[in-house]
């Protein structure tokens, strides 16, 4: 059993930064490939960044250049740092591993979400 605990969502204005931080407990390991997806109301959930145990990030064209996704192994936690934020990054931001070491598949485990609202 993995547990995905997110924090650090709140609102923010345009032009703001927010830092989301997950913590995993239980049955991982640093072999895991880690990322974060987002769902706004009324659309699908849909794929932010994700990076592998080797460090190598991807990200979702909407967001390339703007958030960064980086990981401390030792400590089991991802973080994603999003910057230059806009209204359309609204939405509850989901916190996902893995079952490989790279992230080319589904993901089979999910944190429980932390809203991102960004408006003025």
């Known amino acids: 059993q993995v547990q995905l605990v997110e924090s650090g969502g709140g609102l923010v204005q345009p032009g703001g930064s927010l830092r989301l931080s997950c913590v995993a407990s239980?049955?991982?390991?640093?072999?895991?490939?880690m990322g974060w997806f987002r769902q706004a109301p009324g659309k699908e959930r849909e794929f932010v960044a994700a990076?592998?145990?080797?460090?190598?990030?991807y990200y979702a064209d909407s967001v390339n250049g703007r958030f960064t996704i980086s990981r401390d192994k030792p400590e089991n936690t991802l973080y994603l740092q999003m910057n230059s934020l806009k209204p359309e990054d609204t939405a509850m931001y989901y916190c996902?591993?893995?079952?490989?070491?790279?992230?080319?598949?589904?993901?089979?485990?999910w944190g429980q979400g932390t809203q991102v609202t960004v408006s003025s």
């Open positions: 996902a591993a893995y079952p490989a070491s790279s992230p080319t598949i589904i993901p089979s485990s």
């Open positions: 239980g049955s991982i390991c640093s072999r895991n490939a």
């Open positions: 990076i592998s145990s080797g460090g190598s990030p």
